[in-house]
C-alpha cells in the first residue's frame, strides 16, 4: 500500500465508514468485505457493509452477511449511511462504475476513500489506494493488511473462513495461474486460524439447484457455440432462457468455464441478456489477453485470464455478431496462445 504508515495512523483512531463490493458480489468481494468488516469492528470502528446488489445464495453461509445493507430497495438508508461516513472502503473493484447507484453518491461524499484491490488499472479515486495485481485475491490483502496491522489475534475461525472462501473462488480451487506460494502460505495459516476447507468447499461447490443443473444442461447443448479456428468457445443466453430456467443469482457462475475446459480452446465468452443490458464475461488461457479484449472492445477489464465487460448494443445477435467479426483481427494472438 502506498502510504501504510499514514493509514496505519489514519485507522488507529476509531472510524464512522460504510464497506463496499463490487456488484453482484463474489466469494472475494463478500468474504474481504465480511472478515474487514468483523476487524474494524473489533477494533472498535463503527461499520457497516453496503453491497450495491444482492448475491449468491451459495455465499449466505458467511458469518455477518445477514447484516449487510443491499442498496437497492434501500437506496435512502444507504444515501444516509454514505453521506454520515468518515472513510468509505472500496473492496475487490477498481472503478466507482463498478458500484452501480452507489458510485455517484461516493464519487461525491467528502468521506476518506481506501481502496484494496486486485484488478489492473484502477482509476485515481482512492485516497489510500492499495492496489496490487500480484495478488490473487482482495481476501489476501485483506489477510496481509491485517498482519500489517498486528491484528492476527482477532481473526477468528468465522473470517478464517470468509477470507479462504474468497481465495479459493478467485484462484478457481487453487487451480488458475494466480495461485502462488503466497496463496498456499495465506492459506496454511487461516487453516491455523480455524478454516474447515471441506465444509467450504461444499457450501460453495456443492450448493446447486436443480434448475441450475437444468440450465447448465441446457446452456451446453444449445447454447454453447465454439469456433475452432480461433480456438474461441462462448455461451449466449438470452432473457427467456434465464426465465425458463428461473436463473437466480450466481447461477450463471462458473458457465463460462465449461467453454474455456475444451483442450483446445484459449478464450471462452459468456454473453448473458440481463435485464439492465448484455453482459459479457471472459476467459482465457496462457498468453491470451482477456482483459485488453474486454477493455478495447467492450468497456470493461479485469485479469489478463478472467475478465468482464458490457455490450454497448441492445440486442444478442448484433453483440454475438460484434464479438465474432472481432476474433479475426485476434487470429495470430489466439493461435499463439499457450
Ligand atoms: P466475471 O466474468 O466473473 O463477472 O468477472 C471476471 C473478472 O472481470 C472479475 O475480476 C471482475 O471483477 C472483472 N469484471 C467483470 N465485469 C467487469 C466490467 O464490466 N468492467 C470491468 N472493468 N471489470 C469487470
Ligand atoms: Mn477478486
Redesign the pocket.
Known amino acids: 500500500m502506498q502510504n501504510l504508515e499514514g493509514f496505519k495512523s489514519f485507522i488507529s483512531t476509531p472510524k464512522k465508514g460504510v464497506i463496499l463490493p463490487?456488484s453482484?458480489p463474489?466469494g472475494?468481494?463478500l468474504g474481504s468485505c465480511l472478515a474487514w468488516y468483523h476487524f474494524l469492528r473489533k477494533t472498535g470502528h463503527e461499520v457497516t457493509i453496503i453491497s450495491p446488489t444482492d448475491y449468491p445464495a451459495f455465499l449466505k453461509w458467511m458469518k455477518g452477511q445477514e447484516e449487510v445493507l443491499v442498496y437497492e430497495g434501500n437506496e435512502a438508508e444507504a444515501e444516509k449511511l454514505v453521506q454520515d461516513a468518515e472513510v468509505v472502503y472500496c473492496l475487490?473493484?477498481?472503478?466507482l462504475?463498478?458500484i452501480g447507484g452507489l458510485g455517484a453518491l461516493v464519487e461525491k461524499s467528502a468521506a476518506m476513500k481506501v481502496m484494496i484491490d486486485h484488478?489492473r488499472?484502477p482509476d485515481d479515486f482512492a485516497d489510500f489506494p492499495f492496489s496490487d495485481t500480484t495478488y490473487a485475491a482482495t481476501c489476501e490483502m485483506i489477510y496481509d493488511l491485517i498482519i500489517e496491522l498486528d491484528g492476527r489475534e482477532f481473526v477468528d475461525a468465522d473470517m478464517a473462513e470468509e477470507l479462504y472462501a474468497g481465495i479459493m473462488t478467485?484462484t478457481g480451487g487453487f487451480k488458475h495461474s494466480n495461485t502462488t506460494r503466497k496463496t498456499h502460505m495465506i492459506t496454511a495459516d487461516l487453516i491455523a486460524l480455524g478454516a474447515d476447507t471441506a465444509k467450504i468447499g461444499k457450501y460453495i461447490y456443492d450448493a446447486n439447484s436443480l434448475d441450475r443443473l437444468r440450465f447448465l444442461g441446457f446452456a451446453l447443448s444449445q447454447r454453447l457455440q465454439v469456433l475452432p479456428e480461433y480456438r474461441t468457445a462462448f455461451f449466449s443466453l438470452t432473457q427467456e432462457d434465464l426465465k425458463r430456467f428461473n436463473e437466480q443469482t450466481g447461477d450463471t457462475?462458473g458457465f463460462?468455464n465449461y467453454a474455456l475446459s475444451m483442450r483446445e480452446i484459449v478464450f471462452a465468452a459468456?454473453i448473458i441478456h440481463r435485464k439492465d443490458g448484455i453482459?459479457?464475461?471472459?476467459?482465457s488461457k496462457g498468453t491470451f489477453d482477456?482483459?485488453a479484449f474486454?477493455?478495447d472492445n467492450?468497456?470493461?477489464?479485469?485479469?489478463k485470464n478472467?475478465?468482464?465487460?458490457?455490450s454497448d448494443m441492445e440486442d444478442m445477435e448484433s453483440t454475438v455478431e460484434k464479438f465474432t467479426s472481432l476474433l479475426p483481427a485476434y487470429k495470430e494472438q489466439l493461435l499463439a496462445a499457450n
Not at 475487490?92 to 472503478?95: A, E, K, P, V
Not at 453482459?279 to 476467459?283: G, N, T, V
Not at 467492450?298 to 485479469?303: D, E, L, T
Open positions: 463490487h453482484k463474489d472475494d468481494a475487490d473493484f477498481n472503478s462504475k463498478r484488478h488499472e478467485d457462475e463460462v459468456m453482459k459479457m464475461s471472459f476467459r482477456a482483459s474486454a477493455k467492450f468497456s470493461g477489464g479485469g485479469h478472467a475478465a468482464g465487460g458490457i
